[in-house]
């Protein structure tokens, strides 16, 4: 049981939001109730609601905030050239890296939209609208630039986020496969997927070319 002293509200908040977190992810939103969560804080039950006035604020709170992370982490690791193939790189493995190290989070992110009400659903869905579209703009970027070739940009970006989102489920990071060697793979197939375009797969073209030329 994670106690925290009541008198740092600072310290207490947080502590409830990563409670909330961790039991949301082991037992579901509609299992965990109040009382419970303020057990696992330490705290009297009246207090969670000085922070949080019901538990969906809490919900709410806790999926805006992941989603307002994903959004600055990728803002950081975005790269300063306009190359669409540097920027897919960069974001898969800001992606995978950043989900991977925030699992719990992540699985409440996804599985509990359900529970939120309506205006509350808009407000998250907007903000995973515009996570979203970075990767769209990536890829028609990369088709326009014939370094990608995609079909349906809005299709393809669902399938990419589907997929490395899906590490989460199966990644452990003490077993044979490392962080970087996971990202590696998927992005090899992210590029697949996307028929990208490398610089040696292009020189590869040019001397097939020049090989039928003679």
Known sequence: MARTAGSDGGRTEAAIRDAAVQLIARHGYEAVTMRQLAAEVGV???????????????????????MEALLGAWEAARPDNDDPLARL?????NHIRFHVE??????????ELRSLSRDNLT??????????????????DGA???????????????AIIQMIT????????????????????????TMRLTGARTNAEDRHVRQDAELRAR
Not at 123 to 140: F, G, M, P
Not at 168 to 186: G, H, K, M, N, Q
């Open 123 to 140: 407000s998250i869905l907007k903000l995973r609208t515009a996570y979203e579209k970075e990767l769209r703009t990536i890829l028609r």
């Open 44 to 66: 009297q039950a009246a207090a969670l609601y000085r922070y949080f006035p019901t538990k969906e604020d809490l919900l709410h709170t806790l999926m805006r905030e992941h």
């Open 102 to 111: 925030r699992r719990h989070a992540t699985h409440v992110s996804n599985m």
């Open 144 to 158: 326009d630039a014939g370094l990608l070739e995609v079909d349906d940009t809005g299709l393809t970006a669902m």
């Open 166 to 189: 899906g590490v989460i489920v199966w990644f452990r990071p003490d077993e044979r496969l490392s962080v970087d060697e996971v990202t590696a793979t998927y992005l090899a197939m």
């Open 89 to 93: 790189t960069s974001f898969v493995a």
